[in-house]
């Protein structure tokens, strides 16, 4: 360690080597919860015009690290974007007073895209931490990707444009399981063979009286929920029917043989959510109880599922195209017509308090999705045609995202992030495209 940083005199940079700086000096303490790049508490003396850059050179020569490391630089839990003395102004603190600032390895830009063609719009995205993805399409058919960016399986068999997709729990390693949602008002069980590659659908979901617009798995497997523009959340079995077509009828108990014109038997809801007052356009199912849901209404709303009855409203005043909540940090994203995201607390007692509003997309939001494991990270996807369509978030930098990712032609219409080092996104351009970056 520098003879500088143990007694606590000034550290120079070469970009800010001036003997006396124009709005002088500060006293900061730089620390971190990282034991890899621990540095002695005491105070340093620096210019106060130094901004994130400049910290993040001084911290990599005080360590000696080679090769450098980037860092950002949290002052009272937000990001630095100004420089020391206008964040101290910002936050109303007194430059007498020893600046705490903490340090974080900087989120690396993802590499460049592998791109997966389809014949039309990507509608609908679903990943799994180990690479495997689901994409839905504007040509109704459902594909199966492996984690090396192959289609395995293509699943025919809606007749309108796949506009939800999500995985199911597998009996064993040698099959998937998913189910997609379709604008021709029906949900279908897929069940695909790892080995032939080859998918059958195993139920056709049945009761819808307009396109569906999401699906949402409840964490024990058990069951599923679809949202559409009928206004209603349908309850599913995800245990298929059996194969000679006698299916439940929904909650009264009796059972009728019924199947479609293909074959394939048709199942029918345990029930239904009713009470939002338009189009309901996306889900997110956390808790075995707990079900949230947005659209058209202008409201996110709490489901009790056992009681079929919504118990928590939150506004945020505008038409919501997607949710996602954070087991992490137990709020809810939603992705908004006007192009913002908004944070919500989902135990906040007042429903109209929105917690952070995230604006940098010029046109509405159609997709959003929480960075697994991390309570701070979350992606955004929009309409906006200008190449920066897709958007990576940290919350605690509150008005930058930390990337721009750019690449796609048109409007990205569906976004996910299944695993801490990949998003995955499609859209308008007719590409499935998986961004990666290291750890």
């Not at 390693?173 to 080859?198: F, L, M, N, P």
Request: glycine share 8%; with cysteine.
């Amino acid at each position: 360690m520098s003879a500088a940083a143990e007694s606590g005199t000034s550290v120079g940079m070469e970009t800010s080597n001036h003997a006396e700086a124009a709005d002088g000096e500060l006293r900061v303490s730089l620390f971190t919860r990282d034991p890899r790049y621990a540095l002695p508490d005491t105070p340093i003396s620096v210019p106060g015009r130094l901004r994130r850059i400049h910290l993040s050179q001084m911290v990599n020569h005080l360590l000696r690290l080679d090769p450098t490391v980037p860092f950002d630089f949290l002052v009272n839990g937000e990001f630095l974007r100004v420089s020391l003395a206008k964040c101290m102004d910002m936050q109303g603190l007194f430059k007498e007073e020893i600046l705490k600032i903490e340090f974080v390895e900087a989120m690396a830009p993802p590499q460049p895209p592998h791109d997966h063609p389809h014949d039309d719009w990507v509608s609908a995205i679903a990943g799994r931490p180990d690479g495997m993805c689901l994409s839905g399409c504007y040509d109704t058919i459902v594909r199966v990707w492996n984690t090396s960016g192959e289609a395995i399986a293509s699943l025919p068999g809606h007749s309108g444009a796949v506009k939800a997709v999500q995985w199911l729990e597998s009996e064993s390693a040698d099959e998937y399981r998913c189910v997609s949602g379709s604008q021709d008002e029906t949900i279908r069980q897929w069940h695909v063979s790892a080995g032939t590659r080859k998918g059958e659908c195993k139920a056709q979901y049945v009761g819808h009286t307009a396109g569906v617009t999401d699906v949402a798995v409840q964490p024990t497997g058990k069951m599923f929920a679809s949202a559409s523009v009928d206004r209603s959340i349908r309850l599913w079995s995800s245990t298929p029917p059996a194969p000679n077509g006698d299916i439940a009828a929904g909650s009264t108990g009796k059972r009728r043989k019924t199947a479609s014109s293909d074959g394939t038997p048709l199942q029918k809801s345990l029930g239904k959510l009713l009470g939002s007052n338009g189009a309901v356009s996306t889900l997110a199912w956390p808790e075995r109880g707990t079900l949230y849901s947005g659209g058209e209404d202008l409201h996110v709303r709490q489901w009790d599922v056992e009681v079929a009855k919504a118990v928590h409203s939150l506004s945020g005043g505008k038409v919501i195209n997607d949710v996602a909540f954070s087991t992490d940090n137990q709020l809810i994203a939603s992705a908004d017509f006007d192009g913002a995201v908004r944070l919500y607390n989902s135990k906040s007692a007042d429903g109209t308090v929105v917690k952070l509003v995230l604006s940098s997309h010029k046109q509405p939001c159609s997709a959003v999705a929480w960075c697994p494991g991390n309570q701070h990270q979350l992606v955004s996807a929009s309409f906006d045609e200008d190449g920066n369509n897709l958007k990576l978030w940290d919350i605690r930098s509150r008005k930058i995202p930390i990337h721009n990712i750019a690449g796609h032609e048109g409007k990205v219409l569906a976004a996910d992030w299944p695993s801490a080092t990949c998003v995955v996104a499609g859209g308008t351009d007719g590409k499935l495209r998986m961004h990666s970056w290291q750890s």
